[in-house]
């Protein structure tokens, strides 16, 4: 039991930091800032539910309800986001949560992050003297609540002022938000998403970053916070060693140096990543010269295969093979020389088409039928035909006598 009690006492002590009060003095600004963008959901509905729960105490301590004021309830919501960038009382750019809107007119904020529901948020502020006045204050007459649920946990503002101007309609609406805010150089502090990044390069050679995503955070209690690439800054600690340029490395001599990268404007929380400059390990090979090309030896680093050439030679004469290709009676003739090594070709010694080697097939004219003599070349098969024209009939009569039966005739056959 007294091992309970003392688990109690952590937890209150806990809370107690997580749930800081907000009548702290207002925050000079912190100087330099960068924009960054936290994306996560604006939880109207649980902001109503706490909202019912503040006029339950209020009531039971015999105070009048506060009314939800639509100007302080975007502002309620803005500052719980902004309590996912960074959770304080001074806002992410350095400034104060009051002090910064004094057309709100506000006199109190209360903030919380972790809790998982209205009720368990206002039993945390109600067990917290300095909050538990703010929420049962008679001075405040309006209030704006802003629950933000980002990076895997909630966070919770409440924002009291003494008029109220505007009610709006009650929501239970769960609205997904990207909201960019300017963040304090002071308090970011540059992560990088996934495995950090090693150099490994030649003399002489060059390397894309290649970065991951990068992102801010503001401590224990921030969600991450998106940033701009532009708004990134990139040094070698070694310049002799290596150079950074247009998102890229350059090696000058070989060494071990360190890629920094930081937010602008401060150097001071940079990330290093390790850059290692080494000599080529040339090998060389000699490639021989041909009849297309010229000779060279090339030289390629066994490490990153980077290569240079030197000793060039000249090109080598074309070692021809000779064939003679003779004449037919439908084409000259010629010799070829082709080229044994790369194809290359030339003709010369040309000579015309030799005459068609015609024999003849004769056939034989009828007397109705027309005849030709064909000519057809033995080489080629080109032929052509000289036509005989049919003789016509030549016909021999033949007397048939009469008869006492039978007339006589002639028959032409």
Request: with cysteine; hydrophobic share 30%; proline share 3%.
């Amino acid at each position: 039991k007294r091992g309970y009690s003392r688990k109690r006492k952590i937890i209150s002590a806990v809370l107690a930091l997580l749930l800081s009060l907000s009548l702290c003095p207002a925050s000079s600004a912190a100087g330099a800032t960068i924009e960054g963008t936290v994306v996560g959901t604006e939880r109207y509905d649980m902001a109503w539910e706490i909202l019912d729960i503040v006029n339950q105490e209020r009531s039971a301590e015999g105070k009048a309800p506060l009314t939800m004021d639509e100007s302080l309830m975007e502002y309620g919501m803005l500052r719980a986001a902004e309590c996912s960038v960074y959770y304080s009382h001074t806002r992410p750019d350095g400034s104060h949560c009051l002090d910064s809107v004094p057309e709100l007119g506000l006199h109190g904020e209360n903030i919380a992050a972790g809790y998982t529901s209205a009720t368990e948020v206002m039993k945390g502020w109600m067990n917290s003297e300095g909050h538990k006045a703010n929420i049962l204050n008679t001075n405040s007459k309006s209030i704006g609540i802003g629950v933000y649920f980002a990076g895997g946990r909630y966070y919770y503002a409440q924002v009291f002022a003494g008029t109220a101007v505007n009610e709006p309609a009650r929501s239970t609406n769960k609205t997904e938000k990207s909201v960019t805010t300017q963040v304090a150089l002071g308090i970011a502090s540059l992560n990088i998403e996934g495995t950090a990044p090693s150099y490994d390069i030649h003399i002489g050679g060059t390397k894309s970053l290649d970065l991951p995503s990068f992102y801010i955070s503001t401590g224990e209690w921030g969600a991450k916070v998106g940033i701009k690439s532009s708004d990134l800054a990139y040094k070698v600690v070694d310049s002799t060693v290596a150079t950074v340029a247009s998102g890229s490395l350059s090696a000058v001599k070989a060494g071990s140096t360190k890629l920094k990268v930081y937010l602008a404007g401060d150097e001071s929380k940079a990330l290093e990543f390790p850059v290692v400059v080494s000599a080529h390990n040339y090998e060389s090979s000699v490639v021989a010269p041909t009849c297309k090309a010229k000779g060279y030896t090339k030289h390629t680093c066994s490490i990153c295969q980077d290569t240079y050439q030197d000793n060039e030679t000249a090109m080598i004469d074309h070692d021809y093979e000779t064939k003679v290709v003779e004449a037919t009676c439908t084409s000259g003739g010629h010799t070829e020389h082709t080229c044994k090594v790369c194809g290359e070709s030339y003709n010369d010694n040309a000579t015309s088409a030799k005459p068609h080697t015609y024999k003849e097939e004769v056939v034989e004219k009828t007397c109705t039928v027309d005849g030709y003599t064909r000519h057809v070349c033995e080489d080629c098969g080109n032929s052509y035909d000289e036509p005989a024209v049919a003789t016509g009939h030549a016909y021999v009569p033949e007397i048939v006598a009469p008869t006492c039966e039978e007339k006589g005739y002639t028959v032409y056959t």
